[in-house]
């Protein structure tokens, strides 16, 4: 199983992938290559992520486009499921 974070290699006055902390980083995990556990992969790419100005922004951005991979803003897809239903269920109540 591997875990990829995405390389953006943009121009940062498009938008906010330019100032993501990834951006320019040829940064893909993969635990069989590294031959490494996939929790240490995951926690590498969190680490990546942790110290991101525009999390905020790849999270909304992986909401929008049901991103369902890899490692954006610092959560799993899984953890990015719970933040969508989360939000689901807000807009059923609004």
């Given at each position: 199983?591997?875990?990829?974070a995405?390389?953006?290699d ?6 906010w992938?330019g ?28 680490r ?6 525009v ?14 991979f ?25």
């Amino acid at each position: 199983m591997s875990i990829e974070a995405i390389a953006w290699d943009d121009d940062p006055t498009e938008d906010w992938h330019g100032f993501a902390a990834c951006n320019g980083e040829e940064v893909i995990f993969d635990a069989a290559i590294n031959n490494i556990s996939v929790e240490q992969v995951v926690r590498a790419a969190k680490r990546i992520c942790a110290r991101c100005d525009v999390k905020l922004d790849c999270l909304n951005d992986a909401l929008d486009t049901d991103d369902r991979f890899g490692i954006r803003a610092g959560l799993t897809p899984k953890e990015r499921g719970k933040i969508a239903d989360q939000r689901s269920r807000q807009r059923l109540r609004s």
